[in-house]
């Protein structure tokens, strides 16, 4: 039995990042713990807790039965409730306790993953007992920790990995959410085209063409004359996309040319993570 080839590059790039993130962590004193991280709410402990979460619960095991305090002024709504259990019922844990739990979830994780013959379409369990395809939970499971080893990067000083595995992943991941935020969220007008010319790193530049009917569609082909144009280095695309930073924080770091009341509505609408 071995894993489905759709799979294996999900697989590899949770593996790199899972493993970084392990070798982040282990050496940090109880202090560092605590550190505040870029990620909404969360120190060090707060992030490597969700690791461990989503990980557990990618394995099968139960989710612990655990009431949240009412003061988390972070937590608005029922996706980030579900998220933040892992996480609280953790808040207490040492940092032996922490780097011991993390390591033998990745042990139980790498034998999963190497006996799991599952088709990429079978049906798994996802947040708040919604139903995804396990093609789709491990594409966003090797998004979502990739997206953390960066945050855990930024507050401990240890840049790096931004083209790894986890990298091609969460390009391909925030590509795929580009249409709707161009077209719907920010209401681009029809029969337009939106440029982003993303360097660094990753690189890429690709088009967000608006039908007559409003819709968006994600090119390769670059456009002439575009209503609007946006360039940034890789990093500024995930820290905004994922919303770590605002727009302002990032204004030495964008370029925006077009329509400015377009591009200030795009840059408005730019975070995709929940």
């Known amino acids: 039995m071995s894993l489905h080839p759709t799979l294996q590059p999900y697989a590899d790039a949770w593996t790199h990042s899972v493993e970084a993130i392990s070798e982040l962590v282990q050496p940090?004193?109880?202090?560092d713990?605590?550190?505040r991280t870029p990620c909404p709410g969360w120190s060090v402990r707060d992030i490597v807790s969700h690791v461990i979460g989503l990980?557990?619960?990618?394995?099968?095991?139960?989710?612990?039965?655990?009431t949240l305090p009412r003061d988390l002024f972070h937590v608005t709504n029922d996706?980030?409730?579900?998220?933040?259990?892992?996480?609280?019922?953790?808040?207490?844990?040492?940092?032996?306790e922490m780097t011991s739990e993390l390591e033998y979830t990745i042990i139980r994780r790498n034998r999963q993953l190497r006996n799991d013959s599952r088709d990429p379409g079978t049906k798994v369990r996802g947040p708040l007992g919604t139903e995804l395809t396990l093609e789709e939970s491990m594409r966003n499971h090797a998004f979502d920790v990739w997206v953390h080893e960066q945050d855990l990067r930024t507050a401990l000083g240890r840049p790096g990995n931004l083209d790894s595995p986890g990298a091609h992943v969460a390009r391909d991941v925030?590509?795929?959410?580009?249409?709707?935020?161009?077209a719907e969220r920010a209401q681009a007008p029809r029969s337009s085209a939106?440029?982003?010319?993303?360097?660094?790193?990753?690189?890429?530049?690709?088009?967000?063409?608006i039908d007559i009917q409003g819709r968006g569609?994600?090119?390769?082909?670059?456009?002439?004359?575009?209503?609007?144009?946006?360039t940034m280095d890789w990093e500024t695309y995930v820290r905004l996309a994922c919303g770590r930073i605002t727009p302002d924080q990032a204004a030495d770091r964008l370029k925006v040319e077009g329509d400015p009341?377009?591009?200030?509505?795009?840059?408005?609408?730019f975070t995709v993570t929940p």
């Open 79 to 96: 996706h980030q409730r579900y998220m933040e259990m892992q996480v609280d019922v953790r808040r207490h844990h040492t940092a032996p």
């Open 217 to 230: 569609t994600l090119e390769t082909a670059p456009a002439l004359g575009p209503a609007a144009a946006l």
């Open 174 to 182: 925030l590509l795929d959410a580009l249409p709707h935020v161009v």
């Open 33 to 35: 713990w605590n550190r």
């Open 261 to 269: 009341d377009l591009t200030s509505a795009i840059l408005r609408n």
């Open 28 to 31: 940090l004193v109880e202090a």
């Open 194 to 209: 939106v440029v982003f010319d993303v360097h660094g790193p990753v690189e890429f530049l690709r088009t967000i063409r």
């Open 55 to 66: 990980d557990c619960e990618m394995l099968g095991d139960p989710r612990p039965i655990h």
